[in-house]
């Protein structure tokens, strides 16, 4: 590699890439390994090795779960989107090579991964067709002129999701110099520039903070072997390649004290010079955005038109409703004129919900997303909505799309007839289940209370009424019951009215856990006479 590292020249053009990781492509065969797919670094051991770190640190760094979208831009034959499919919602692979992604779609195809999507075009062009919660760009960059990772820098953040992030992986230098690493190994041209490490955060900061930079490993063998292209060529190959393959799982393991151990010899003069110089190595980045789509969970109302009414949105794994639900509140609530603001709580969800809800806000700032973390069941949802509305009125639903956008407009036009107004259902389309759980759970409560307790649903009331009589140590279940007890107590007036609810638009109750009847039943306890 040192011959070939010159001096920086200029960019080739986009249709040169492709043609070059095409013919790589050919060269290595599709039945090769994808991690030897994705490098012109011929040593299966040091790739192998390099592969297995970046999967530790991307292990380490990467904030997903099942319901998370990730883009991976110049992913090439699928080395990481592969491997992430399975334990995401969806992986956009987007590549410059038809051929890298041809393989990349076949192994998909062997594997039985059906949520990988792939779109061969420049990343640079690439319009996008959803917001993602993770854009991964490894060894991409080098490839681009600096005018043109600043515009992949804003290309990104109109992609990432509100709180989204972008994690970089590039070759790059530690003497403030670029450099160019040229060859042309596969018969086609090939020409990347390894820039200064500190430059990568510069050229994102429009849009992006740096908040982790690393290198992708330790280097102590470079000192004893005359630096990293030596390291290379003495493990190619024979015993010691076998060795490092045997090692290289614990290495990584142990990389990070590793990593700690070289910097701490690398800061101290009289011990740095044991260690050779690393003039060319990988650093891996995290980027957040800094502006307004940063992790602002929080939006707030045009100040022209204090809300009326706060709707709060209760939801725990429902990303299968939520949006719809969302869409329709919201147009009802336009269509009565009602100047409102939506509190969505996402109750600790482990699906998209959040990622919903978030997009949902992104579009209209009349929206407070709201996310907990450890999930705190319906009464800890409620408290955290309630707590952080500021309509003049506060009234709520579940994201189930059991109550439907009329109650709240039936319940808005009643605001000024008392202090509270609750509901009780007329008929229930619930399975059998439910009627029970409600049945028992009003039972107990009169037994409990002395009080009939009907109301199973939902309520409108004054925020002021929730600012003098919310209940303060309750967040079960029963915090509704507790607060219609409160208010009971000091002589106000509570009026009822009756409802339909519909069927749940879709997905499934979440009432029956175990967890939640306990602390149920453990909130209805505590309730007295
Ligand atoms: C070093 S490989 C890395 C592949 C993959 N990211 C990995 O880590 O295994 C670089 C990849 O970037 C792709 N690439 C380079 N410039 C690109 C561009 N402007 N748009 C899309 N892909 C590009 C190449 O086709 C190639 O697949």
């Known amino acids: 590699m040192k011959d070939a590292v010159k001096r920086q020249a200029s960019t080739p053009s986009s249709e040169q890439v492709g043609a070059f990781w095409d013919a790589q492509a050919r060269s290595v065969g599709a039945g090769g390994d994808l991690s030897q797919l994705g490098t012109v670094t011929r040593d299966r051991t040091a790739v192998a090795h390099r592969d297995r770190l970046e999967r530790a640190h991307l292990e380490k760094l990467l904030e997903l779960h099942k319901g998370s979208r990730v883009l991976d831009l110049g992913g090439g034959a699928g080395r990481i989107s592969l491997w992430l ?60 002129s600096e005018g043109e990772v600043a515009d992949v820098s804003t290309l990104c953040s109109r992609l990432l999701a509100p709180g989204g992030k972008l994690y970089l992986k590039e070759p790059v230098t530690t003497d403030h110099a670029a450099r160019v690493d040229e060859r042309s190994d596969v018969g086609v041209p090939y020409r990347v520039t390894f820039r200064p490490r500190e430059q990568y955060p510069e050229l994102f900061a429009a849009h992006f903070r740096c908040t982790y930079q690393r290198a992708t490993c330790a280097h102590f063998f470079p000192w004893f072997l005359g630096g990293t292209d030596g390291a290379v060529a003495a493990t190619s190959g024979g015993l010691v390649s076998r060795a490092v393959d045997v090692v290289s799982p614990a290495l990584v393991k142990i990389d990070p004290l590793l990593q700690q151990l070289e910097d701490r010899v690398r800061e101290r003069p009289l011990l740095a ?4 110089p690393v003039p060319v190595l990988q650093d891996f980045y995290v980027f957040e955005q800094s502006g307004g789509k940063r992790m602002t969970e929080i939006t707030s109302l045009p100040a022209s038109r204090p809300a009326e009414l706060s709707v709060v949105v209760i939801a725990y794994n429902e990303q299968e409703c939520i949006a719809n639900v969302l869409s329709e509140l919201r147009a009802s609530l336009d269509d009565g004129d009602i100047a409102h603001e939506l509190v969505l709580v996402d109750d600790g969800s482990k699906d998209s919900t959040l990622q919903h809800m978030r997009a949902f806000a992104s579009k209209d700032r009349r929206t407070k997303v709201v996310p907990l973390t450890p999930n705190r069941g319906i009464g800890g949802a409620l408290r955290a909505g309630f707590d952080a509305a500021t309509g003049e009125h506060i009234t709520w639903i579940p994201a189930d799309g059991q109550i439907g956008p009329e109650v709240v407009l039936e319940l808005f036009s009643r605001r000024r007839n008392a202090p509270m107004t609750t509901t009780v259902y007329s008929k229930r389309n619930d399975p059998w289940y439910r009627h029970v759980i409600s049945s028992t759970l009003n039972n107990m409560i009169k037994l409990q209370t002395g009080q009939v307790a009907k109301s199973g649903g939902t309520y409108i009331f004054e925020r002021a009424a929730w600012q003098r009589a919310a209940p303060r140590d309750d967040d079960t279940m029963m915090i509704s019951t507790a607060f219609r007890h409160n208010l009971r107590e000091a002589g106000e007036q509570i009026d009822e009215i009756e409802i339909e609810a519909r069927a749940r638009v879709a997905g499934h109750s979440k009432v029956l856990n175990p967890k939640t009847i306990a602390r149920t039943v453990s909130g209805l306890l505590k309730l007295k006479r």
């Open 273 to 276: 010079p044991v260690l050779a």
């Open 85 to 144: 499919a399975p334990r995401v919602a969806e992986v956009t692979l987007v590549d410059l090579s038809r051929e890298l992604l041809s393989i990349a779609e076949q192994k998909a195809a062997e594997l039985g991964i059906g949520n990988l999507k792939t779109a061969c075009a420049s990343l640079l062009d690439f319009k996008g067709g959803a917001e993602y919660d993770a854009i991964l760009i490894m060894g991409v960059c080098t490839h681009l």
